[in-house]
């Protein structure tokens, strides 16, 4: 995210993003307190206390499937000083925090350490816990969730450490669409001293936190907004959470151009909206324009979820999109 | 990566250099280690593609690809060897890579360089086979017919390889 | 030199470990590997070992060509192997140099040039928007990976940042 770019070509618009804040505005502290007591939740408790406890390499399958059929890739994790290696060490997680080497220096790509965490889980979802598969030799407790009876989520953890060892996420159908597991790994061991984390110079580019006090809250299907940032490029990050999937709607101003987008993807309709979207290994991308502005939406929620939050986003009244283009074009202070 | 290729016919060269020339890239930069022979390695590899497609049959591409990537990659060295050139760049600072500005080095960064100057330390003897399993995910018969040894001599070459790294990983920190 | 160490060394040389790490051994011998693996420390040690090297070249990071390089071959069309410079030998990267380094100064002229076209051409138009789709995955999994899985999500951040159907 170099500079993270002039993402709006030729000239500035000199827009002002976002936002009036709600300064110490709690983004759903009840949810929060329920939070903590959902197996999801102390099941990723116990993955990050994992990471930060622990030293291990290993290797990460990853397996997606879009339109050209399934695709795969393996990646390494070094979990080293409590810190968690990524990409060869392009990337590295520590203590909440994240960061993306570009060129000669780090870039923050998540900057605020506080546990932002998702709303409890929508009563759409059925959650059970059991034993699971060994995955690399290693035992595993194994976390399901399901909805309508069928599973969306299956998450297997070792049972000495808590790390998560694979993950299998499956579409509406029963059809698997997304597989993350390790394929390799070294006995973990306590961790060896502490990471002091990049060193990260002033200048360099970073995302700060704002909290929207008008925009959408929930969204259909039970997201919530737990959080929401803004770039130095002046993109909003609007980040919803139904407990389960997560959902970000990046907004920027200005017109899309089309023309730019990288080619793979395909041009879909939610009701009267025209999008663009694509498959990755992180999820599904979707981007859309609307009165000027230009909306980018990442997530790993079904295409039944995802639907809903391009077309709430989408509706002209008071709390949804018109929200959206007053936060983008309004005046904005810092929390 | 995983490539359908279409049961029923070859693909073009315009297809290959699209969709598998960063394939060909990523195996030539771990071979060569650099950005500059990694380019003139895909550009030579993507001509013979181009002559070769009269002949190819429909199979593992990327199989295909990795054989000629390596052919021309071991066709330069052994000229290398052949006519060996000491020449002294006119400015060294022009062509040493710039290092590292103390203030933005930390225990995090570069893991991926450190991997890549322990493969560059590798014989040649070991790193191909190395790059070839672990980069391109090659089948040891591959990787024998690739190079044409037998099938035991790449399971040595490559277990040996991955210990000669691990020392140097080992002695850089990387792994314990 | 112990004899403990002598053996160490035996099993840490023995090239069954990267077999069995790759799925190339024979049924017998992965038997008997894993046999060893279960009932011997040294042996789970060696296999760790050599298995976090591998695991480590396999999740290298894809490199990316240069911005530009792939295009400008394609938009050669491989003709170099038809046109006036298909004498230069095949296999010949010094040739393959040359015409690198002969084609620097013209082409970075001819960038230059059509990028001040462009300029003049295009400038009094409408202003448009270029979503930044990498950077806005990486942010959001970076976001994921602190209030979720670490591991799960930043992991897809390793991989080739392709954008299928």
């Not at chain 3, 059509?114 to 950077?135: C, D, Q, S």
Request: hydrophobic share 40%; proline share 6%.
């Amino acid at each position: 995210m170099t500079g993270l770019r002039a993402r709006v070509r030729l000239a500035p618009l000199g827009v002002a993003v976002a936002v009036v804040i709600a300064s110490g505005v709690p983004v759903h502290a009840a949810d929060r307190e329920r939070a903590g007591r959902n197996p999801a939740d102390r099941q990723f408790d116990r993955a990050r206390q994992a990471v930060r406890d622990y030293d291990f390499t290993g290797s990460v399958r990853i397996w997606w499937r879009d339109a050209r059929g399934g695709q795969a890739t393996t990646v390494a994790v070094v979990a080293r000083r409590g810190a968690l290696h990524v990409a060869g060490g392009q990337v590295l997680h520590d203590g909440g925090r994240a960061w993306m080497r570009t060129d000669r220096r780090w870039t923050t790509l998540w900057g605020d350490p506080r546990d932002v965490r998702a709303p409890s889980l929508s009563p759409k979802y059925q959650v059970s816990t059991g034993p699971g598969p060994e995955v690399v030799h290693r035992p595993t407790r194994l976390l399901t969730v399901r909805r309508g009876g069928a599973a969306v989520e299956v998450v297997a953890s070792d049972r000495e450490t808590g790390l998560v060892l694979r993950r299998d996420r499956f579409d509406p159908s029963g059809a698997p669409n997304l597989r993350m597991e390790f394929v390799a790994l070294t006995a973990p061991q306590p961790r060896q001293g502490r990471s002091d984390g990049p060193v990260v110079t002033p200048d360099a580019p970073g995302t700060r936190r704002v909290v929207p006090d008008d925009a959408r809250r929930s969204l259909t299907g039970g997201f919530a907004l737990v959080d929401a940032r803004e770039m130095p490029d002046r993109t909003t990050q609007l980040r919803y959470s139904d407990g389960v999937f997560e959902a970000s709607v990046f907004a920027q101003a200005g017109p899309i151009d089309w023309e730019a987008l990288p080619a793979g993807g395909r041009a879909v309709r939610y009701g009267p909206v025209h999008a663009r979207r694509y498959r990755v290994a992180s999820g599904t991308v979707i981007v859309w324009e609307s009165d000027d502005r230009t909306f980018t939406c990442v997530t790993d929620a079904t295409a039944v979820d995802e639907a809903g939050i391009v077309a709430d986003l989408s509706r002209e009244r008071g709390d949804g999109w018109s929200s959206v283009m007053r936060f983008v074009g309004g005046p904005f202070r810092w929390s | 990566m995983v490539v359908d290729m279409p049961s029923d016919g070859v693909p073009t060269w315009e297809e290959i250099a699209r969709d598998r020339g960063g394939f060909l890239y990523n195996v030539a930069y771990r071979l060569t280690g650099n950005a500059d022979d990694a380019r003139d390695l895909v550009q030579e590899s993507l001509l013979r593609v181009r002559r070769g497609l009269a002949t190819y049959e429909p199979g593992s591409l990327d199989g295909w690809l990795t054989r000629i990537v390596t052919n021309v990659f071991l066709d330069d060295m052994r000229r290398k060897k052949r006519r060996p050139t000491h020449a002294l760049p006119e400015n060294a600072d022009l062509v040493l890579p710039p290092s590292e500005a103390a203030d933005t080095v930390s225990d995090a960064a570069g893991l991926s360089s450190e991997i890549q100057a322990a493969i560059n330390a590798l014989p040649e003897e070991f790193r191909v086979p190395v790059v070839l399993c672990d980069v391109a995910d090659r089948s040891y018969d591959e990787i024998a017919a690739t190079l044409g040894i037998p099938i035991g001599t790449v399971r040595s070459r490559l277990h040996r390889g991955r210990r000669l790294l691990r020392g140097e990983l080992s002695a850089r920190g990387v792994v314990a | 030199m112990t004899a403990d160490n002598d053996a160490d060394n035996a099993i840490d040389a023995d090239d069954r470990i990267s077999a069995w790490l790759d799925g190339e051994l024979h049924p017998v011998d992965r038997d008997a590997v894993d046999a060893l693996r279960r009932e011997r420390t040294e042996w789970a040690a060696a296999i760790d070992a050599v298995g976090a090297v591998r695991a480590q070249l396999r999740g290298l990071a894809m490199v990316e060509p240069p911005s530009g390089f792939l295009d400008s071959l394609l938009a050669g069309g491989g003709d170099e192997a038809e046109g006036t410079e298909r004498t230069a030998a095949i296999g010949d990267l010094g040739a393959v140099r040359a015409r690198r380094n002969r084609r620097a100064t013209p082409m970075f002229v001819g960038a230059a040039a059509a990028a001040a076209i462009l300029v003049a051409v295009v400038v009094p138009g409408v202003a448009r928007t270029e979503p930044a789709l990498a950077t806005d995955i990486r942010v959001h999994q970076a976001g994921v990976a602190s209030s979720g899985d670490p591991v799960s999500g930043l992991a897809p951040l390793g991989t080739p940042m392709t954008f299928g159907r």
